[in-house]
């Protein structure tokens, strides 16, 4: 195992207490520090984000599929299977011939999404049609294919419409579990995933599980709004300095 690996462990654990305490930011929270402090290749911890996160996903799931609106389901994941290839072969690109820009893409992605979920979408009067949740499925896919973060464009999506809470969080569990595992057939069909990527996901997934019984058991005396605040400025901080650093190589300054 690499030296990176201890700091990358660190950060999922950090991450996954965030997102456990304030029920969202672990992909975007690894894939920004990681990147920012050049740990390991993007593409390596995507692949590991999404085995985390389908891991995460498969204990969850049972017994909440209950109240879950098939139909969008249905078109979200036909949207978002061919954009998962899609953005895993772009990744695979970029990584090669323009590494800036996929800083600059992964930052901006940070950005939208922090900004998303501090943004309460206002409720639709009426249910989205299917192209609707098609199209937020084409770009989560994509994202989710990139950057093994799929959740900003499908969380947008339906907690604009009129379901109930409790099924819109089912219903986006669902399609996480379907992206992620998505993604990671794909790589291992085409044999991507290593024994590098299969080492540090055997190492944190004890610490993923470890660090979400520890923010179940340990919040932290904060209220539920201000630690949603506090990781809203980590991301937003993250996502800016990605866009920064990456942009002078971009856009050269003579």
């Known amino acids: 195992m690499s030296a990176e690996a201890l700091p990358l462990i660190v950060v999922l654990a950090a991450a996954t207490y965030f997102q ?3 029920g969202f930011g672990l992909g975007m929270i690894v894939m920004g520090a990681t990147s920012g402090m050049n740990l390991l290749p993007v ?3 995507a692949a590991i984000v999404s085995l985390v996160t389908l891991a995460n996903s498969a204990v969850a799931l049972p017994g909440r599929m209950h109240g879950i609106d098939w139909r969008a389901a249905r078109a979200a994941t036909l949207g978002s299977l061919p954009a998962i290839v899609g ?3 772009l990744l695979e690109y970029l990584s090669s011939a323009a590494a800036g820009v996929l800083q600059l893409i992964l930052g901006i992605v940070i950005v939208q999404g922090s900004v998303g979920f501090a943004l309460r979408p206002v409720q639709l009067d009426e249910r989205s049609s299917d192209i609707s949740f098609a199209a937020s499925g084409f770009f989560s896919g994509l994202s989710g294919g990139l950057f093994g973060v799929a959740g900003p464009p ?3 999506q339906f907690y604009r419409q009129p379901m109930d809470p409790v099924a819109v969080r089912n219903i986006l569990l669902l399609l996480f579990t379907i992206t992620s595992a998505a993604r990671s057939l794909y790589l291992g069909v ?3 995933l290593d024994a590098e990527i299969w080492t540090l996901f055997a190492v944190a997934v004890p610490v993923v599980a470890l660090a979400t019984a520890i923010g179940r058991r340990y919040p932290p005396p904060l209220a539920t709004r201000t630690m ?3 990781v809203f400025m980590l991301l937003m901080a993250i996502g ?3 866009v920064m650093s990456a942009l002078p190589a971009i856009v050269p300054i003579s």
């Open 20 to 22: 456990t305490v304030t």
């Open 43 to 45: 593409a390596t911890v």
């Open 87 to 89: 953005g895993v072969l």
């Open 154 to 156: 499908l969380i947008f």
């Open 190 to 192: 085409q044999g991507r």
């Open 228 to 230: 949603r605040r506090v």
């Open 240 to 242: 800016a300095y990605l």
